[in-house]
């Protein structure tokens, strides 16, 4: 039986002649209403038009992004991701099948230390804050399973970024951890060192957070602070609210941090609403076995060819749980 069959005898059924009848509350011109639809555009036309409105629009520098803002990419950038040295089909798990990929985190921990003046860096982390929360979690297990102390005190910069202050408490709040909040001076906006100082004297005290520059944009007294460091056993993990500002600044491995960690958004990420960023991680060698996160090595073949593989594999994908130092990426 055909559509046209089947639907009139349902019409039939139900007692009206047209589907229509059973619509009596629908207004009349809305049930065949005319839209004044213009005929389709092709692509290139359309971008044009496009581009024409957005050209009317007032241009302005945003300063609303609390540290994430558009940055210049040049060309070149596009141009070295497309090559075929670094494209494959495979995950970086595929060690064997993903040299492509291994080169380029390889190439990229390599430049994460020379910026951060650091020992060894990790293949990242989401973004800056995780990569300060992680950071803190690692400074904590170092001092409960390497030094066997007490690690109850995280003492952190009230002129921290909000944002990475949320990330922190969502973190250690299972944790046993209380996050200690170091004022800053209210004339000159830098952080209360003296305060910082006392809190230190506190034995349970695992780290302390520092930003350079800080949310305000104030530069820190990093030789200053480098001597606190050294009369304590507390580590300091060293946050760089933007890494382009190392280019002037002095880098966390030259004032004595142990810990360094950053956000890539400022080195060209596109906004994309939100993400994906990347977050730089940086440490000491001292500390690398407590490294979150993923590795990658160099190493030569049987043929004495160069290779590239993950090695300190410590999420808990490669590992055991209980021998895992994160399950980030």
Not at 69 to 80: A, G, K, N, R, S
Not at 112 to 123: P, Q
Request: aromatic share 8%.
């Amino acid at each position: 039986m055909s559509h046209v069959n089947n639907e009139q005898a349902l019409l039939d059924r139900i007692g009206v002649e047209r589907f229509e009848d059973l619509l009596p509350s629908v207004p009349k011109n809305l049930l065949s209403p005319t839209i004044d639809i213009p005929s389709g555009k092709s692509e290139l036309e359309l971008s044009e038009d496009l581009e024409a409105y957005a050209a009317k629009d007032a241009t302005y520098a945003s300063f609303l992004g609390a540290g994430a803002y558009d940055h210049f990419i040049p060309q070149t950038v596009w141009e070295l991701v497309k090559r075929g040295e670094f494209l494959t089909a495979y995950t970086p798990y595929q060690a064997e099948a993903s040299q492509g990929t291994l080169t380029a985190l390889f190439e990229y921990q390599t430049m994460v230390c020379e910026l951060l003046s650091m020992d060894v860096a990790n293949a990242s982390m989401y973004d800056g804050a995780t990569s300060l929360a992680e950071a803190a979690i690692m400074a904590r297990r170092h001092f409960m399973e390497d030094l066997g102390l007490p690690a109850k005190r995280l003492l952190v910069p009230r002129s921290l970024h909000p944002h990475y202050k949320s990330t922190l408490a969502a973190y250690l709040k299972y944790l046993d951890v209380t996050i200690v909040e170091i004022p800053y001076d209210s004339k000159t906006g830098k952080l209360a060192l003296k305060v910082l100082e006392n809190e230190l004297k506190d034995p349970s005290a695992f780290a302390f957070i520092t930003g350079q520059p800080n949310f305000f944009g104030i530069i820190e007294d990093t030789d200053a602070i480098a001597e606190i460091r050294r009369k304590h056993r507390a580590l300091q993990i060293a946050y760089v609210n933007n890494p382009i500002s190392l280019g002037l600044l002095c880098a966390p491995g030259d004032y004595a941090a142990d810990i360094a960690v950053s956000d890539g958004q400022a080195l060209g990420l596109p906004l994309s609403y939100g993400g994906p960023y990347a977050g730089l991680f940086a440490c000491k060698q001292e500390y690398v076995r407590r490294l979150p996160g993923r590795i990658c090595g160099r190493t030569v073949d049987k043929n004495g060819k160069t290779g590239y593989t993950l090695t300190l594999q410590s999420r808990e994908q490669h590992i055991r749980r209980e021998k895992a130092t994160s399950n980030i990426c």
